[in-house]
């Protein structure tokens, strides 16, 4: 029971006994007063004994009943109230009350009726004004519950639930100004009101400022330790600002108070996702379609991780039960329709791509998928107006679409993938990066032709440019007098930095750090980077002003065969690699630049680079560059 409620029964006990005997009213007294005190089984057994008496007495039938809800019998506060209404129906109490039972047995049209009737008898009393506005909240009449709260704030302005309660409502009406406003406002009022100040984290959370979010959500917990609602919503701020471990303790906590919580275990499922422990997060999924068997959005990303795991009849079977759940889901069809492209039943994922876009016409994911499915299907006018349409909606380009369209001969190839689009690529990739090597060698086979080379240092000044998450810094530490490492992922950079191989990180454009950093390193490593840049001149040249004399230049690429393709650089032509922004180059191209920017090519080798789908052999070109030494 909430403060509120117990306010309003206090109130409630305040009563005038009028036509029974002294006796009668000093026991009613006391009733009241073990009642107050939380004496639920004293002031139970004193109710009852005045109602042995006296039948017909509506107080204390209708603060039996108040007991009987407070310990969770709420067939029976129904059945006392109720009868106490039938003896003063002019009682506004006895309707407010009546209401918080029959909302507690979910009968919430029934409990409105209640805080209306309570309302036309007393339209002063707050309370209800209140109540009355959250029940209407849940029920997804918005406009209605915020004239209810700023009703009870009208006749209260120092009414800090209601503060708080309005908040909420602007907050699902998308006004989180408003939202933010009456958060503070309730603050002033309450200091310590954990639930405004968790209420206060949401709003500022759903505005980006995770930072501040976190801190609300702390002070919460600071106030009520055992608030569960709390530990799960910072793990979902957590989760946005890339702190998957503190998130995966904050869900677990949650779920230590409640172990029933539905969605922390939905939430936790997610983090487990995003760190590639599928199994674990399959598992919490489960848990929480167990406990909440509607939850679509569960049945969805559970058909995410079946996906990654192979097993595409459950993932299907999870897709179709998402949308059965949630027709409007135009996620679900999207994820259903990559798995179809995936199995090669591309008019099939058309379909699915179309009803998704249906639903939600400016998904510029489902716009560029739908291309890549027509595009399959030799649809090539429908495929370009289909990426188009994607970069229309998403002129930063966060999904490759300009690649894309590169690869059908549409636009000139870009120099290189988007900044955005890496950014948004790594950022998902870092939190589970290490877990997926083993069918991916671009690291090893970088630091093996690394340490086969000669060089006039024992130790090395390394640069590991695009270092990522440090696969290539863990196996070339032992060779380096110092390393750095350099990336544009700061999501990347963390994960680096916690292995502590670098001597320094560096967040920067590599081809920048490479220009303002002249004749600093003996070596430059760079491996499944440079797969994101089409030309690769700026790169070779930032790297030779970069190396000091005999210098090398070690790094893995994408093999173009140049016996079966024009052109010495293309856009990856497995789909999910040109979907990952990635290019394929030609041996031939990488000695002729190679020779323009003065390195010698000591190797240059096709080798199996990593595995797709961990079947599929992927061939990648191993390179090493050694830098000329500059004749005086």
């Not at 009987?68 to 006392?80: I, K, N």
């Not at 503190?246 to 869900?251: I, L, R, S």
């Not at 093996?448 to 000044?461: I, Q, R, V, W």
């Amino acid at each position: 029971m909430n403060r509120k409620q117990r306010r309003a029964e206090r109130k409630l006990g305040r009563t005038v006994m009028q036509g029974v005997s002294p006796g009668i009213e000093q026991v009613f007294a006391n009733a009241v007063r073990c009642h107050q005190a939380g004496q639920l089984n004293e002031a139970e057994r004193l109710y009852r004994q005045i109602l042995a008496v006296v039948p017909h007495h509506a107080d204390s039938l209708h603060l039996l009943g108040a007991v009987a809800y407070q310990v969770g019998r709420h067939d029976l506060a129904v059945d006392m109230i109720s009868k106490a209404i039938a003896i003063n129906a002019k009682s506004a109490e006895y309707h407010s009350s009546l209401s918080l039972a029959l909302m507690a047995q979910g009968k919430l049209d029934e409990a409105i009726a209640c805080y209306r009737s309570a309302l036309a008898l007393k339209p002063d009393f707050v309370e209800a004004h209140n109540n009355l506005g959250t029940l209407l909240s849940d029920q997804g009449k918005l406009d209605e519950a915020v004239a209810q709260y700023k009703r009870a704030l009208t006749l209260k302005p120092d009414f800090a639930e209601a503060h708080n309660n309005l908040g909420k409502a602007f907050k699902d009406q998308g006004k989180p100004e408003e939202a933010v406003a009456c958060y503070r406002r309730a603050l002033s009022l309450r200091p310590n009101y954990a639930e405004a100040h968790n209420n206060f984290g949401n709003a500022l959370k759903d505005q980006g400022k995770l930072d501040e979010a976190i801190a609300c959500y702390r002070r919460a917990l600071a106030l009520k330790p055992n608030y569960a609602t709390t530990r799960n919503n910072l793990g979902n701020a957590l989760k946005d600002q890339g702190s998957l471990d503190e998130a995966v303790a904050c869900y677990r906590g949650a779920l230590d108070l409640k172990p029933n919580y539905a969605e922390a275990h939905f939430n936790l499922g997610i983090v487990l996702n995003d760190q590639g422990k599928l199994d674990e997060a399959v598992a919490q999924y489960q848990c929480a379609l167990a406990l909440k068997p509607g939850l679509a959005e569960a049945h969805n990303n559970l058909g995410n991780a079946f996906k990654d795991q192979g097993k595409l009849n459950e993932a299907i079977a999870c897709y179709r039960s998402a949308f059965a759940l949630k027709p409007d889901f135009a996620e679900a069809h999207n994820n259903l329709g990559t798995l179809l492209t995936d199995q090669g039943k591309l008019d099939e994922a058309v379909v699915q791509y179309q009803s998704a876009l249906a639903l939600k016409p400016n998904y510029a994911e489902a716009h560029l998928n739908l291309g890549t499915a027509l595009q399959g299907l030799g649809h090539v006018a429908d495929a370009e107006a289909s990426y188009r349409r994607a970069l229309e909606i998403d002129p930063e380009d966060t999904l490759g679409a300009r690649l894309l369209l590169a690869s059908l001969g549409l636009e000139r190839m870009p120099m290189r993938a988007s900044e955005a689009y890496l950014n948004k690529l790594y950022i998902k990739r870092s939190h589970s990066w290490d877990s997926e090597q083993t069918y991916y060698f671009g690291h090893q086979l970088v630091a093996e032709a690394l340490k086969k080379l000669p060089h006039k240092s024992k130790k090395l000044d390394i640069l590991d440019a695009g270092c990522g998450t440090g696969l290539v810094g863990a196996l070339v530490r032992d060779s380096a007098n110092k390393l750095d490492g350099v990336d544009i992922s700061s999501a990347m950079l963390v994960k680096a930095r916690e292995k502590k191989i670098y001597d320094h990180t560096y967040q920067d454009d590599l081809l920048s750090f490479m220009l303002g950093n002249f004749n600093c390193y003996d070596a430059i490593t760079c491996a499944a980077t440079l797969i994101h840049f089409g030309d690769l001149t700026p790169v070779f040249h930032a790297a030779a002003s970069c190396l000091r004399d005999d210098g090398l230049f070690v790094f893995s690429l994408f093999a173009n065969d140049s016996e079966h393709n024009n052109q010495e650089v293309i856009v990856s032509q497995n789909s999910s690699l040109a979907m990952g922004g990635c290019f394929a180059h030609s041996a031939a191209y990488v000695s002729r630049l190679a020779e323009d920017a003065d390195f010698s090519v000591d190797i240059l080798e096709s080798r199996i680079h990593e595995y797709q789908k961990n079947i599929i052999p992927i061939m990648g070109l191993v390179v090493a560059l050694r830098r000329r030494l500059v004749v005086s």
